[in-house]
């Protein structure tokens, strides 16, 4: 699938006011760490959907996934929280570029998602997956999970 079209499809998706389900988020609390899961619930509701969909089709792709690659797949958009942007802002942000300081902090969502992990004290191999330094199979089906 396409940049273009995997965003179009979250974009779409943002609209839906349904958060996670009682069973999803029970899934998320025993992955994460207290730390982790305190970053996790920061999310808006379309991005902790998509955390959970995203990690989902990860282990469905990985059934051998470990906790700590697991936790990194739901946390793999936490930096976007920095940037505090409307779904509409973000689809701009991505149009425009980094042109605007919340649109930076939006560009740069990898890495302040890294730092915010290291300051939770995520394990490195949670951290891994954000900034792609994990062994190659689990980036691959990060990568497959998160563009379908």
Partial sequence: ?????????RF?????????SDAELKMVRSTLS?????????FNKA???HSVEVANRFVA????????????????DIGKVASN?????????TIVGPRTKRFSLYHQH???GVDMLRQAGSHSEVIAIINQ???ADVSAAFLAADNI
């Fill in 133 to 135: 330094t994990c062994n």
């Fill in 12 to 20: 779409v998706s943002s609209f839906s006011r349904r958060d996670v």
């Fill in 85 to 93: 942007l409307s779904s509409f802002q973000r689809v701009v942000a």
């Fill in 34 to 42: 207290a730390g982790e899961c305190d970053m996790w619930i920061r």
């Fill in 110 to 112: 990898e890495e302040i």
């Fill in 61 to 76: 792709l990985r059934p051998g996934a470990t906790r700590n690659e697991t936790a990194g797949v739901l946390l793999h």
């Fill in 1 to 9: 699938m396409s940049h273009v079209t995997h965003l179009a499809k």
């Fill in 47 to 49: 991005d902790r959907r």
